[in-house]
DNA sequence: CAATTTTCTTAAAACGTTTTAATAATTCGA
DNA sequence: TCGAATTATTAAAACGTTTTAAGAAAATTG
């Protein structure tokens, strides 16, 4: 690259008449600078165009104001959002972000992305890729005193690591409930693959509830499918081959309820007379679902924005010394959003 | 940040009883090193865990290999799409991805997120927000050349500036003609802001193979929302109100297209038999509409991948020194997907 | 007004690399 | 075996900041 730039704070200094170290002074404000010098220096940043080199800050200071983000999955709803909420509270407080996409979420070059982070002297790391499978088997409290300060998003407790995510058990059995509170009394379940951790939760808080209702929730009423709207579709026709007395299904994102509502309408089942329908996530097509489709909404923005306080808090302690900075779990409550495809049949044309 | 890397490339130098620069060279290779020493060399940074800090070679080489991103709107379809082709493309290069996000495509703090940028020291940067009002007067030749290598998605095309988009116009045609050929006469379409640069590119294509068939395009026919099924389902009822003969609709995308299929489904008007549509993007559920959709697909990872080999291009000359490297502009052609919203009534139950 | 204190400045030393210019160690013909 | 040519290595000088330690200037005392 060529330099765009050449100008140095050594030039600023010489055209303020004034030191390099003074100009460093009047920028950060770090030590105090008589008026007139400051008024000296800032004219001459002005006049020159000066902009200080932040790699160069950054080597000095041992820190680089950056945060590096690692996700997988962007092409799809909840990680863009998520990403969004990182980078509006990152920017918020003054960090940038490096970003770092695997394109599969299993175990791959782990090691890669994080050398280049901290090659890079990232001041902090979220890691926002979805526990499935084994990819995790990476972190343990080790390795993790070895890396900057990391918040890792959705996934199970592991000690020393701090954890964001959604409540995805209360989620569910919030669903669940409202199902069984409509008065239904078979309630199947199209769920996700079931490494994905997620998943599993969501399957639990969907027992739970049901248990405690007295109701069944055997395992003939989960059909794995695997998000995918087709998936959604064949594993409703899968389950309700399996138990034709099925009359609601509890589906773990709003893409497989679509599936399901497709299957619905092709085999003449009506919605949500036959079959009631929840999905999962609030996507803002399921509110034009037809029917418009019930859902567990996840605060998925505030959810990166978390990441980042928190993220930002560990960097905070870490600099004040005090090493070991106690991890921290926290989950986000979802909430349910009623449409017509669990309950009564309201809406009409608009 | 405290340190966790303290072993520097003098440590390593100590270790393995050479110096620095010998270090460095058997690292990069720009130099060449006996076999012995580059031997010993290799086993002190596997000993000591040696990492070379990216920030003072960045420093020293001014290059940091770095490539800035600013998007709009991730939280979409596009764009994120758009986003995961660039990184993939950018990680394949070498390059890491710097990312700042505008949270309305307007105007606002241009300079702020370029200042940033360029004080980081990118070697380039792909601006991936749509035009949208005036929010691009700021580009222009002199204020480019004051910046590092830049690729613009999605605009316009404008003296100095290197532009990657898809062809919009083609599109729009695209899905006009296919509704003419279905023996469709009255043909609407619901368009987005026509703030916004493509919009205006769409509604072109689809004007433009009305005026080659001798048919109807007039403004009446045109019906603007603002890229939501909402709007979209609002719009269609304008519409019709205004146009009862209208007989098929062209979205300006899926979402749109989808509060169209909602709005007929609620009025009763059977698609595709008395109305067909045809959308634009063909997100994943698009295919899962009831009646699945007829769209246009993008190829917007590939748009992303092409805009990082063109920056590279460019990046690559201006290192050589060829100053002014030649502005480039390519068009992604999309492709028809032609699914029942817009045709014969195929698909049956799965 | 001299003696302190306080407030500003500065030159020089980091930060961790790469590159330059010079030197040392090889190899190679004759 | 001797220079000449090549190949490896190094010490020192960048790169553009901030910080440190010290000194100068100004403000405050008694």
């Known amino acids: 690259m060529q330099q765009r730039h050449p100008v140095t704070i050594v030039d600023v200094a010489q055209r303020a008449h004034v030191s390099a170290g003074t100009v460093s002074n009047a920028l950060t404000g770090k030590r105090p600078v008589s008026a007139a010098t400051r ?7 002005e006049e020159l165009g000066y902009q200080p080199n932040l790699l160069a800050r ?10 590096g983000v690692v996700a997988y999955g962007l092409e799809y709803y909840g990680p863009s959002r998520t990403l969004v909420g990182i980078e509006q509270q990152a920017a918020e407080l003054g960090y940038s972000l490096l970003l770092d996409l695997l394109h599969r979420p299993d175990r791959q070059d782990v090691d890669a992305v994080l050398d280049e982070l901290t090659a890079r002297r990232v001041d902090g790391i979220i890691w926002a890729v979805h526990e499935v499978g084994d990819n995790h088997v990476w972190i343990n409290e080790q390795r993790l005193l070895a890396l900057p300060p990391m918040i890792f998003l959705t996934m199970e407790r592991r ?3 701090s954890i964001v995510s959604t409540d995805n058990r209360a989620g569910a059995a919030l669903a669940t409930q409202h199902l069984i509170d409509a008065g239904r009394r078979t309630i199947g379940v199209i769920s996700g693959p079931p490494t994905w951790w997620e998943v599993r939760e969501r399957i639990a808080g969907w027992r739970s509830a049901l248990d405690a209702a007295g109701l069944d929730a055997s395992d003939a009423l989960v059909a794995e499918a695997n998000w995918t709207a087709t998936a959604g579709e064949v594993a409703l026709q899968a389950l309700l081959a399996r138990r034709p007395d099925v009359d609601a299904i509890f589906a773990c ?3 497989m309820a679509l599936g399901a509502l497709h299957y619905c309408h092709a085999s003449q089942h009506r919605v949500p007379e ?3 329908i929840v999905g999962f996530d609030n996507t803002p097509e399921s ?5 418009a489709l019930t859902t567990v909404r996840q605060h998925l923005a505030e959810l990166g924005r978390v990441a980042v306080d928190e993220l930002h ?9 005090r090493e070991a900075a106690t991890p921290t779990t926290r989950a986000l409550q979802p909430e349910l959003i009623v449409r017509e495809s669990s309950g009564r049949r309201t809406r009409t044309a608009a």
Chains 1, 2 share one sequence.
């Open 39 to 45: 008024e000296r220096v800032l004219r001459a940043i």
């Open 58 to 67: 950054s080597l000095v200071n041992r820190s680089s104001n950056t945060l």
């Open 159 to 161: 000690p020393g690591a």
């Open 253 to 255: 994102n709003d893409q």
């Open 274 to 276: 036959d079959i009631s």
């Open 287 to 291: 509110a034009f679902f037809w029917p």
């Open 313 to 321: 808090g560990q960097i905070e302690r870490r600099v004040q010394g």
